[in-house]
């Protein structure tokens, strides 16, 4: 029997949860200082960009792939546990092409996309023109349409991950901040928060721009840029477009993502902070300038009323790729999965996995517990 107790409670730290807990040999305790998915988890759209990313072949493709398999299974695996649907729009994602000098390179993905087993359609102006009317298409050579890939909201996600491990065994603590580490040796012996010690075999420190300080803590250095986005959301008159047909839209990555109910989500802004700023602050040109961008490839959106505005901070990695899961060196009993910057809800199943297998291997290694 194994005591985990996994730092954060976001979609990753969720993600982790879950899959352990299915294993009964271990106890799972998730500590998360605020609620779950108040993090960056709580500021995405939930675009799974898989098939349609230009990623083809190495580990960053390699987790997009295993979360896209992993997704197929977990979303009824979900819905079976908690007794309701994690909303999600498996309609694909289009995305509109501007330069007709990318088309090689789209074509290119394409034939490959078909070596690997998955389809990504380019579409004519005018193929896309009649799929999706709304669209102004005078700029546009053509449109990617990658049926496979989904979009999953993220918060609906996160409580469904943490509510099935729960009924699994696991327990989550909130309003619990981990404050530092019981240590001996080159073990963790417990997780302390300011009211209580939890015993631990394994330490997961899933804290997504919180994992720096709790790295710190230990001796690692992992230096993560809060890169800060934003969004909106349109309350349309009528459904946009073709009712039955409501992909999300992707134009110079400025994402269009039909949330149900004339409801859309427009997302997001990519903001880099100044050298040193851990808490930076939205900027509404910025705010303005994606707003105008969606306006431009979907006029119709100018007839909508904005009924909220939000903005969330990434975690990105400095000096090494996203994400970060891995050992915490020093440290026999200790994991870092952290780090994903643009694509946590994507990577959080093969996360998951990965921290499996990792688990699995350090467990059954010379050093092991
Ligand atoms: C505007 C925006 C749009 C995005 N869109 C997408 C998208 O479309 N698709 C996609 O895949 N990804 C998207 N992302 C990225 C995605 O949101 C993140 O990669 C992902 O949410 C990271 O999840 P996480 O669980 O690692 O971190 P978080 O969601 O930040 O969770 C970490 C948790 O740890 C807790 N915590 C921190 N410190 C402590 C501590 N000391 N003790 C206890 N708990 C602690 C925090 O309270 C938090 O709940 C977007 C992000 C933003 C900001």
Redesign the pocket.
């Known amino acids: 029997m194994a005591r985990i107790v996994i730092?954060?409670?976001?979609?990753?730290?969720?993600a982790i949860a879950y899959e352990l807990s299915r294993q009964p040999q271990h106890t799972i305790t998730v500590?998360?200082?605020?609620?779950?998915?108040?993090?960056?988890?709580?500021?995405?759209?939930?675009?799974?960009?898989g098939v349609i990313s230009h990623k083809v072949k190495g580990r960053n493709w390699r987790l997009r792939e295993a979360s896209l398999r992993r997704y197929a299974t977990l979303l009824p695996e979900l819905a079976a546990l908690t007794g309701k649907p994690v909303p999600h729009n498996s309609q694909g994602i289009l995305s509109l092409c501007f330069d007709e000098a990318m088309l090689p390179r789209w074509r290119s993905l394409q034939a490959i996309r078909q070596r690997q087993g998955w389809s990504l359609e380019i579409w004519t102006p005018d193929a896309v023109a009649a799929a999706c009317p709304h669209l102004r298409l005078d700029q546009v050579m053509a449109g990617i349409y990658s049926p496979q890939d989904l979009?999953i909201a993220?918060q609906a996600l996160?409580q469904a991950l943490i509510e099935a491990a729960q009924s699994q065994g696991a327990e989550l603590h909130t309003e619990?901040?981990?404050?530092g580490f019981e240590r001996q040796g080159d073990r963790l012996l417990a997780v302390k928060?300011a009211v209580q010690d939890y015993p631990a075999d394994w330490v997961m420190i899933?804290?997504?721009?919180?994992?720096e300080?709790?790295a710190a803590e230990l001796g690692q250095n992992l230096p993560l840029m809060p890169?800060?986005?934003?969004?909106l959301r349109v309350k349309m008159p009528e459904p946009l477009g073709n009712a039955d047909f409501q992909p999300v839209i992707n134009g110079d990555d400025v994402?269009l993502v039909p949330l149900g109910d004339r409801l859309y989500g427009v997302?997001?802004?990519v903001e880099f902070p100044p050298e040193g700023e851990r808490s930076p602050l939205p900027e509404a040109a910025a705010l303005d300038t994606l707003w105008q961008a969606a306006i431009a490839y979907c006029p119709a959106l100018a007839t909508g009323a904005i009924v909220s505005t939000?903005?969330?901070?990434?975690?990105r990695p400095q000096g090494q790729a996203a994400?970060v899961i891995q050992p915490i060196a020093g440290w026999r009993n200790a994991l870092l999965?952290?780090?994903?910057?643009?694509?946590?809800?994507?990577?959080?199943p093969a996360t998951a996995q990965q921290v499996d297998q990792l688990l699995q291997t350090l467990s059954d290694g010379p050093n092991s517990n």
């Open positions: 730092v954060g409670c976001g979609v990753v730290g969720a500590l998360e200082r605020q609620q779950p998915a108040q993090g960056a988890t709580g500021a995405a759209l939930g675009i799974a960009m979009q993220p996160t619990a901040a981990v404050v928060t899933t804290a997504g721009l919180g994992s300080g709790l890169v800060l986005g934003q969004g994402h997302a997001a802004t939000w903005y969330g901070l990434r975690p994400p999965a952290t780090g994903h910057y643009r694509n946590g809800v994507l990577l959080a």
